[in-house]
């Protein structure tokens, strides 16, 4: 079944417990953008080796002004007692918010409940969550989506990596090419005319009359 969920949407509002109290969660991601990430299960060797990853990165997150939350069909009081492996794995606190979605209400909203892989299923043979990412904007926006299967770790370079992209496209009339990194070139969006391309960017290179290349407007 196809997720209702696109980019675009308004990221579902829910209420929640999570490691760090009770949350309304468009009154806590209120103008942040947020990264809402699920993992398959607590205690379980990926997902501790991410959010032990996540929890070394948070200043990365902080610097894009980006908030994050957690999220498995796991318990509050479960996510508390794995945290204390994630910390001394990651020689890090784990400062931000994990949900405890032991009854999969959010993970049903968002749709991230796995419907592929047997191995990925409680006791009762309920499915977890798979690894799915959404990047919402302050808006509460969504803006990407990724799901990731519970045999593979993600790379959370590239998440921000997106997140700068978004960032920039924001606020420049630009787009980001294959395998782009912050301070290489960028695009001119094809929304801007060739006139208001050369008053916006008169330094720019046409590789085609479609494909205007120009530098990354932030850097120097
Ligand atoms: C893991 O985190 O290692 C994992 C979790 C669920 C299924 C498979 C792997």
């Known amino acids: 079944m196809p997720s209702h969920l696109r980019l675009g949407c308004v990221a579902p509002d829910f209420e929640a417990q999570t490691t760090q109290g009770y949350i309304k969660f468009h009154e806590w991601s209120a103008n942040a953008w947020t990264v809402l990430f699920s993992h398959p299960d607590d205690f379980t ?68 409940l796995d419907a592929l892989d047997p191995t990925n299923v409680d006791a009762h043979g309920a499915p977890f969550t798979v690894r799915d990412v959404f990047v919402i904007d302050p808006q509460h926006i969504i803006r990407l989506k990724i799901s990731y299967p519970a045999s593979t770790g993600r790379h959370f370079d590239e998440i921000l990596r997106v997140i700068d992209a978004l960032q920039l496209s924001d606020r420049h009339a630009v787009t980001t090419p294959a395998n782009w990194r912050p301070g290489d070139r960028v695009i001119i969006h094809p929304r801007v005319s060739d006139s208001e391309a050369h008053s916006l960017f008169p330094d720019h290179e046409n590789i085609t009359p479609y494909l205007r290349m120009t530098r990354d407007p932030t850097s120097s």
């Open 45 to 112: 060797p990926v997902c501790t080796t991410e959010l032990a990853e996540v929890a070394r990165r948070a200043s990365d997150f902080a610097k894009r002004g980006v908030k994050i939350l957690g999220l498995s069909a796991n318990d509050v009081s479960s996510h508390n007692r794995w945290a204390h492996d994630i910390q001394s794995i990651a020689q890090a606190p784990v400062t931000f918010p994990i949900i405890g979605d032991s009854d999969r209400s959010v993970a049903t909203l968002y749709d991230m």
